[in-house]
Structure formats: C-alpha cells, structure tokens
T-cell receptor, first 110, second 112 residues
Framework: RKEVEQDPGPFNVPEGATVAFNCTYS??????FFWYRQDCRKEPKLLMS???SGNEDGRFTAQLNRASQYISLLIRDSKLSDSATYLC???????????FGKGTTLSVSS | SQTIHQWPATLVQPVGSPLSLECTVE??????LYWYRQAAGRGLQLLFY??????ISSEVPQNLSASRPQDRQFILSSKKLLLSDSGFYLC???????????FGEGSRLTVL
C-alpha cells in the first residue's frame, strides 16, 4: 500500500460547485496532516493543516478519520482561481519528513 | 521574515554530466532542510533531508547526493546524470520535521 493515495482526478467542475477530494494514508502512527496546493509549474504551498476535530478555512473544510486513515478536503462555491493540483500530505514512518500524495487536479470552468 | 532561494531555475544537461543545485535559507537558524523531486506526471518524491550541518538522510537509492556545508545551505549533486534524473527539484525548509514545509521556487532539470 502506498504511503499516501489520492483520487486520481482530474475533477472538472463549474463555478459555484462543491467538490470533495479524498486521501488515504498507510502509517497509522502519523500525527501531521496537511493539504497543499500546487499551481502549474510552481512550487507547492500550504493550503491548510488538518486537525483531528476537523477544521474550516473559509470555503475549505478538512476532515480527518484516524480509524479509517482517511483525509478529505471539501471546497464549496468553487472559483476559477481554485483550479490547481491539491496534494495530500502526511508525515513519514520515522516522523522525520512529510510524504506527498501524487495530487488531484481540479479544473473550475465558467 | 524567512526566505528560501534555490538556483539555477532551469538547466539542460547532457547525460553523464555533473549536477549541482544550491539552496539557501535566510531568516532562521537550524532549519530542517529537504530535497524533493517531482518527475513529469508523478508526485513529489523525498530525496534527502537534513536536521543539521553534515547530517544527511537519504530516502531513496540513486545517483544523487546531498551535502549541508553550512547551517542554511543545502546542495544537491550528481557526478553523472541519467535521463531519469530529469524533473522538477524542490528545496524546502521547516522549523519542525512534521511542521509546515516552505518550498523554494524549484529547479527544472532536463537531461538529454
């Protein structure tokens, strides 16, 4: 099982749509979880951390299910500017670095 | 504020040639430093990380090497490049090993 697996995508949605991305991770001892955003040919940037109780930042909501080793990201009222690749990130087995999923590509159209 | 710089931004190298990518961090001390690679159509792969001067951990076997000669300097090298070394190389730093990563703008390497 890969350390971090994500929906392959791409997701093509109209403006205003709600879209959800899922991610599973293999290391049950992982303690740190993040969603990063990467624009085409750019470096990844932190979108939000994921906390055990779930957390929200504007139109973005992240959820963590430790029992199922599952992370989700919900984007409400999609904007054109949300078009990007979303990376699920979890700390590694040794707890020394962050492991990235391959990413899910979102394309929002008008 | 902290900043991270890496260079060169783009390079095209022939197979068998050497490689040196450099990364420096400003505005913080004793950062954790990382090299990741993103090959076309693939995810970010952790190559090396360092928690201090001279301390390098390698995550995957390869013909690349890393060095940390100074606290805020991280260098990625190869003596002989392979075609499979092509990709987008990203340096990153973190204040904690499991905290937020801050990436440099990346170095796009094409090996021909």
């Amino acid at each position: 099982r890969k350390e971090v697996e994500q929906d392959p995508g791409p997701f093509n949605v109209p403006e205003g749509a709600t879209v959800a991305f899922n991610c599973t991770y293999s290391n049950s001892a992982s303690q740190s979880f993040f969603w990063y955003r990467q624009d085409c040919r750019k470096e990844p940037k932190l979108l939000m951390s994921v906390y055990s109780s779930g957390n929200e930042d504007g139109r973005f909501t992240a959820q963590l299910n430790r029992a199922s080793q599952y992370i989700s990201l919900l984007i409400r009222d999609s904007k054109l500017s949300d078009s990007a690749t979303y990376l699920c990130v979890v700390n590694n087995q040794a707890g020394t670095a962050l492991i990235f999923g391959k990413g899910t590509t979102l394309s929002v159209s008008s | 504020s902290q900043t991270i710089h890496q260079w060169p931004a783009t390079l095209v190298q022939p197979v068998g040639s050497p490689l040196s990518l450099e990364c420096t961090v400003e505005g913080t001390s004793n950062p954790n430093l990382y090299w990741y690679r993103q090959a076309a159509g693939r995810g970010l792969q952790l190559l090396f990380y360092s928690v201090g001067i001279g301390q390098i951990s390698s995550e995957v076997p390869q013909n690349l090497s890393a060095s940390r000669p100074q606290d805020r300097q991280f260098i990625l090298s190869s003596k002989k490049l392979l075609l499979s070394d092509s990709g987008f190389y990203l340096c990153a730093w973190s204040g904690l090993s499991t905290g937020e990563l801050f990436f440099g703008e990346g170095s796009r390497l094409t090996v021909l």
